[in-house]
């Protein structure tokens, strides 16, 4: 009956602490709250791997967090190493004995953490996520519980919904940019709007420039714009 008002306490509290909001403050959200509701959890941060191989952390609640990341990546080995790029999940009770972490064990531990797992959150094929979990006790973490479960998936919606809102917001932050570009493009040649957005779009064509980052060029740097437009 405890086992049960726990899990409906923390899902509870989850619910409330991992309300959907922009990308950025839902990944604080999501390692303040790591903090806050799982058991023996002392800090916490996100590793994302992005396409290109590269790995960055967000949302750290502490700075030493970041640097023991770091020293994941640059070792290539760790629990949030291995959750970001090879496996769902990976726990080391036992960080400094852990034979799977020989370099990285020995510094965690000289920073007084004894205990680390990583949850992952999501995968796309731009990207994925890992939830990183840190203690100064050792012993923690050798079941991810019901909880913690529990706690990775509500994490994993907020973080999709998150996206998806950050995706919607550069959609229409793309569009206005490009609109103020266009204006620029009519003010300038005295075209219409849609002459002057043909030449924009022509002129991403010839140079090899995306439309979004062309048009930002074209704001920050206006006297280098084409002297004859109709002449492309």
Do not use: W
């Not at 790029?85 to 972490?101: I, N, Q, V």
């Not at 996206?163 to 490009?178: H, K, N």
Request: glycine fraction near 4%; include cysteine; charge should be negative.
């Amino acid at each position: 009956m405890d086992q049960h008002l726990n899990l409906v306490e923390a899902s509870r509290r989850l619910s409330e602490a991992l309300a959907p909001d922009d990308l950025d403050r839902t990944l604080e959200r999501i390692t303040a709250a790591a903090v806050e509701v799982l058991p023996d959890v002392e800090y916490a941060s996100i590793t994302v791997k992005h396409a290109d191989g590269r790995l960055e952390t967000f949302a750290p609640t502490d700075q030493l967090i970041c640097d023991l990341d770091a020293a994941q990546y640059d070792l290539l080995e760790g629990p949030c190493y291995d959750a970001a790029t090879e496996t769902m999940h990976a726990a080391a009770p036992y960080l400094a004995t852990d034979s799977r972490f020989p370099a990285y064990g020995p510094i965690a531990a000289a920073a007084g953490i004894e205990a680390q797992a990583g949850i992952r959150l999501y995968d796309s094929p731009a990207s994925n996520g890992a939830l990183n979990l840190y203690s100064t006790r050792p012993g923690v973490f050798e079941d991810l519980t019901t909880v913690g479960q529990l706690f990775a998936h509500q994490a994993a919606v907020a973080l999709s919904y998150a996206r998806q809102i950050d995706q919607l917001q550069q959609a229409v932050e793309t569009r206005q940019l490009i609109g103020q570009a266009v204006g620029v493009i009519m003010e300038r040649f005295d075209l219409s709007d849609a002459r002057a957005f043909s030449f924009l779009t022509r002129l991403s064509q010839d140079t090899n420039v995306k439309l979004r980052v062309l048009a930002q060029r074209l704001l920050d740097e206006r006297s280098n714009l084409p002297q004859d437009a109709d002449s492309r």
